[in-house]
């Protein structure tokens, strides 16, 4: 480095420290304590409510520059419980927070048939946050309110019921008010904050959903469980979220546009919808212990920033229910909160499932009583619909199979020259017409569908408790015999649809199979039903169902297409022998030359 910069770099150090030595800072004279009061002033129409802060009117003398006077709002009180009582749910407030402290759905149980569905934890979940002018953080849940009824409950049965609750803050005051309609599972909510920059900064305030939804599933299939709940929200048409199941920890923060916010488990979720789309959005979760430790314990944060608080007020609708299409369809895109599988294959097996499987599924339900036979004829109007695909897959595979001797014959000639075993395939395939693709490409066709079944009936909340046979559940395992032990990947019971399903994939494969297969063909044969055996015993019983008919079913096709080509082949007549060569007539009804038998005036020669 130049010695003029060292030198001069020292020199304007020195005259900096002498500055500050020099010129001390000035001090500043210390503010008067207001003395602490015991009761909040508030507008006339409002009840005074206990404060453990002092009032803010009247205005004490202006404080100096460097004091900010915080915000003064009800933190101390008298809780009081208020029930609500719906058609189809139970649910109770608190004035601590303003919020629901319990919402039970009556028209569904938990695993064990018995307890109904509860969508609210230990702690009270919605609630605003905003800062205060002087930089403190508030949470509504922590304040008292005076609620609008006078009694400890409020029923909801034949029209709309309102339910207030209000608390001073400032000079003003904050007012929330819910409208709970019959016969649906939506909760209107409407937050008026008066004056409110005297307790709330210009930032504004954002809506929070704390607390993940309580499990309702088996405690012993937990992981399944996990793997659906999350928290959700949509930004300019795109739902994202965050998922417990995949991931420890995960977070998300969305800007613009925000649509919606929501929370979910496998069958059931809450979602605070504004009529308004917020400015932001924030998704949070974090797990502990492992996803199928049936102790694991999970949170879910699902916030919406909405800026200032409107004039008027702003308004909500909270959707508390269950992942039904029916009952979602008519909020926009919040069916996107179910998971369809890998993103690749999302775009199409989300439109299948919206529009062919949950109709045809909801009109078979309508006329059928047990959804046990809903899914067995689902099965057959799936395997009617894909049979003109796979009806060209089937035949090619029989014509591989008649092949397949002479493909042996071809290996064992061309065993130590592989160039002219493919070309001798080639011209067999060439000579016979046979295209191995043939049997490839309807198979591809199908996929994207058996993988939307494949979600659909995971998560289809229709056959949720559903019993069908020895089945006392369709949406879980149906445990036939209890194991002294646990395998792994594969659990400590044995699921009855499961093992015929494995049974039933052994004979549809042996249908198909070539007689002359060899080691690789019999081990693809035991091995895939093993296979599925294992990955299946622990999912959904109507799942295994589907796919138990879905292989009776193929092995049914497959065995009338091969006795067609049998019959066909049978009654083909043999090499060298024209069973019809009457000649054709001619353009003025004339036989053609040569008459019967002879063809150009020469004799027909068989070869």
């Known amino acids: 480095m130049d010695r003029n910069v060292i030198v001069g770099t020292i020199l304007m150090a020195l005259v900096i420290i002498l500055w500050m030595w020099w010129l001390p800072s000035p001090q500043l004279p210390e503010p008067a304590l207001q003395p602490p009061q015991d009761s909040l002033q508030v507008p006339a129409e409002q009840p005074t409510v206990e404060t453990t802060e002092s009032a803010v009117t009247p205005l004490p003398a202006p404080a100096p520059a460097a004091q900010v006077i915080d915000t003064t709002v009800a933190l101390t009180g008298e809780e009081r419980h ?80 309102t339910l207030s609750f209000t608390t001073p803050a400032g000079a003003g005051w904050i007012r929330k008010t819910y409208t709970f309609t019959p016969d649906s ?133 909270l959707y508390m229910g269950p992942l039904d299409y029916t009952y ?39 006329h059928i009583a047990s959804y046990g036979l809903v899914i067995i004829v689902f099965c057959i109007l799936i395997k009617l619909l894909l049979f003109p695909i796979t009806r060209v897959s089937y035949r090619a595979m029989a014509g591989m199979r008649e092949l397949a001797p002479q493909m042996q014959e071809i290996k064992a000639k061309y065993k130590d020259n592989p160039q002219k075993q493919q070309q001798a395939t080639m011209k067999l395939y060439k000579e016979t017409g046979m295209n191995p693709l043939s049997s490839c490409l309807p198979m591809l066709l199908q996929y994207p569908i058996i993988i939307a079944l494949w979600q659909f009936l995971q998560q289809s909340i229709e056959i949720r408790q559903q019993s069908f046979l020895w089945a006392p559940d369709l949406s879980a395992p149906d445990a036939i015999l209890s194991l002294p032990f646990s395998i792994p990947f ?48 622990r999912l959904p019983s109507g799942l295994s169902l589907y796919y138990l008919c879905y292989n009776i079913f193929t092995a049914a096709q497959q065995k009338l297409i091969n006795l067609g080509i049998k019959k066909k082949k049978a009654n083909a007549p043999p090499k060298g022998v024209i069973r019809d060569i009457t000649p054709k007539k001619g353009r003025r009804g004339k036989a053609s030359k040569g008459g019967r038998g002879s063809m150009g005036g020469k004799p027909l020669r068989r070869r």
């Open 490 to 537: 594969y659990g400590d019971y044995v699921a009855g649809f499961t093992v015929l399903m494995g049974v039933s994939l052994v004979i549809q494969m042996r249908i198909q199979s070539a007689p002359t297969g060899g080691m690789q063909q019999k081990m693809m044969m035991y091995g895939m039903p093993l296979i599925i055996f294992v990955v299946f015993n």
């Open 328 to 366: 979602v369809r008519g909020y926009e895109g919040l069916y996107g909160m179910v998971d369809y599988g890998w993103d690749g294959f999302e775009w199409i097996t989300r439109p299948l499932a919206r529009f062919v499987f949950i109709p045809l599924f909801s009109f078979l339900s309508s």
């Open 185 to 317: 599972y939506e909760v209107g909510l409407k937050i008026d904050m008066i004056e409110a920059s005297s307790f709330q900064s210009g930032d504004g305030y954002e809506v929070v959903w704390a607390g993940a939804l309580p499990f309702s599933e088996d405690i012993n299939n937990r992981k399944e469980e996990m793997n659906q709940v999350g928290a959700w929200a949509r930004s300019g048409g795109e739902v994202e979220g965050v998922n417990v199941g995949r991931r420890e920890e995960d977070d998300v923060s969305l800007r613009g546009d925000v649509s919606w916010i929501g929370v979910k488990n496998k069958y059931f979720a809450v979602a605070v919808i504004p009529d308004v789309p917020a400015l932001e959005a924030y998704l949070a979760s974090s797990r502990t212990g492992d996803a199928d430790d049936p102790d694991v314990e999970i949170d879910l944060t699902a916030s919406l920033f909405m800026g200032s608080p409107r004039l008027g007020g702003d308004e909500f609708r």
């Open 82 to 161: 208020i029930t609500i009582i719906h058609r189809l749910y139970e649910a109770e407030m608190s004035t601590l927070g303003a919020t629901f402290t319990r919402f039970s759905l009556t028209q569904y149980r938990k695993f064990d048939q018995e307890t109904p569905v509860e969508l609210i934890g230990d702690e009270p979940a919605l609630g605003l946050r905003f800062q205060s002018p002087g930089g403190r953080n508030r949470d509504t849940r922590e304040f008292y309110y005076e609620p609008s009824l006078t009694t400890n409950r409020l029923d909801v049965l034949d029209q709309p019921r």
